[in-house]
């Protein structure tokens, strides 16, 4: 069964009123659109650090040539620039550019006028736009997250994070209704791959966006403090090493130097030695670099964790990585 939702949600927290909506249930719906859009042999675009599941969303269905755009090595703002040059140079088109906004592994907030820069650049090369939502609540310092709407546009949204349902697999896409037979080869993907999310998880849903994101905006709030504790907990990279931060529930901190190409080692170290786990770079397209999360403990439990990355962190650039 395939079940619609009501777009109520869609025409009031993310002005999206000419869409359609399809209720997913697949480990990251990114493989419905991207088996949906592209064929085996195309090229696609994304921007480093970028979310890995993407990146092996696109391995795993035939997509052979993965271009890699810079982040500003200041914001890590997608390069548009780049983007504008890479159309220009390679044809055919990449078919697809897909961006995470706020991002994962950084946690960078994509402000609206280069979003929209991004979507236009699309628009006239003739590419689709792919915007993952998942953290659209999870926005600090009186940054808003906006979505936007076009017929080359599709946004996928997650009720995982939200609403912390990641057991329960649902979310959504929104996609353009007007583009001829994108629902036919959206529902044929669904069709075979999960054909529906569990109908308890759809009524679990439903109820979540009858409470409405007020609820989530709640729980939300105090991560800041969280993300306030892992700051400190990095200050022994140095002043200029963290960027991030501006929403979802991650900042991405430079190693030193000599880790550059074995940030791994890094990673593994801090988690035998020190109970510590974070994600290295390298999975992320950004090798030398860490992804640490503040979403996933309560406050209390974070100030441990803080402490013993904070201790991690002053030997490695003290002594090294020294067991
Ligand atoms: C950027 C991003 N997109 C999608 C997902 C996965 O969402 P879902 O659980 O709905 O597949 C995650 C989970 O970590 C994520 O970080």
Redesign the pocket.
Known sequence: MKFFFSVVQLHVENNQHKSSVVV?A?????VDLVLTLCDAGDSVVMFAPY?F??YMSFQMTGVTNILVGPGDPKNLHPDADWLEKTFFENKPTPKLVTV?NP??PSGTHIPEPLLKRISALCKDAGAWLFV?N??EYFMYDGRKHICIEDDHILN?F????AYGM?GW???YIAYPTDVPGLTDQILKVQDNIPICATIISQHLALYCLEVGPQWVTNQVKDLVKNRSLLLDALSPLGSDAVRGGEG?IYLWAKLPDQYKDDDFSVVSWLAHKHGIAVIPGSACGGPGYVRISFGGLQEEQTATAAARLKKGLEQLVRNGIVE
């Open positions: 997913t697949d480990v990251y719906q990114a979310y599941n993407a995470v991002g994962n993952d998942t953290y996928i997650s009720f995982s994070k990641m697999r649902v979310g979802a």
